[in-house]
């Protein structure tokens, strides 16, 4: 089956660096994504990385991607508190049987960036 | 700019009633999907649709009902047979192409309660 699982909750000292854990089931994605959520609005795309790809790095983010584990982390580096926020990691899967396809979601993780 | 508007922000649904949820985008999307978001949860796909006049029911379909007689526009019924629709929906479009890179882009997000 598909699942995606993140930890609810991390908190970090302002400076440090922040790493959002993910671990999803379906061998199959070929595309990851991270977006962020602040409160009250929709969700934003912050990077995404293709399935043949070990890392990826985008500025402050770094995506490192372990596709034998299934297993996906996002490090923000110098996390700020405008980082505070829902971070969801979602996997791109293959519906085979009409080509069509859909992005199966984590819960999300509550990032709390400390002063 | 392009981007995808979601309304109204707020909205308020009597018992035995039916209320719709506006989505547009003007950025050429061929797909666009509907999310409904719990709190503390992640995203379930309750409709989504690759072409006009063509929608597919997602995970939560029970309750809810959709239209695409335009490609900008895919609004969502909350009928009363949805007997517990408040939370936040969220709806998105995509490129569609099999095996492209396709992140979903969101709108804001539209908050529904009952009164």
């Known amino acids: 089956g598909e699942d995606v699982e993140q930890s609810l909750f991390l908190s970090v000292r302002e400076g440090d660096s922040s790493v959002i854990n993910c671990t999803y089931t379906?061998?199959?994605?070929?595309?990851l994504y991270w977006y962020k959520q602040e409160p009250g609005a929709g969700l934003q795309l912050l990077t995404y990385i293709f399935s043949n790809m070990d890392m990826k790095q985008d500025q402050r983010l770094t995506v490192l991607l372990n596709k034998k584990d299934k297993h996906l982390s996002l490090r923000i580096a110098d996390t700020q508190t405008g980082d505070s926020a829902i971070y969801f990691c979602?996997?791109?899967?293959?519906?085979?049987?009409?080509?069509?396809?859909?992005?199966?979601f984590g819960s999300g993780t509550r990032l709390l960036v400390r002063p | 700019d392009g981007g995808i508007t979601q309304s109204p922000k707020y909205l308020f649904r009597k018992e035995g009633q039916n209320v719709t949820l506006s989505c547009e985008q003007n950025l050429n999307h061929d797909a666009m999907y509907w999310y409904r978001q719990d709190p503390g949860q992640g995203l379930r796909l309750i409709y989504y649709s690759q072409i006009v006049n063509d929608f597919q029911k997602g995970d939560i379909a029970e309750g809810y009902s959709v239209s695409r007689e335009k490609k900008e526009s895919f609004p969502l019924t909350v009928t009363s047979a949805q007997k517990n629709p408040t939370a936040f929906y969220l709806c998105?479009?995509?490129?569609?192409?099999?095996?492209?890179?396709?992140?979903?882009?969101f709108g804001d997000g539209t908050r529904l309660s009952i009164l």
């Open positions: 998105a479009s995509s490129i569609f192409h099999t095996g492209a890179n396709q992140p979903q882009h």
């Open positions: 979602a996997e791109k899967i293959s519906e085979r049987m009409d080509s069509s396809y859909k992005l199966i």
């Open positions: 379906d061998s199959s994605s070929t595309y």
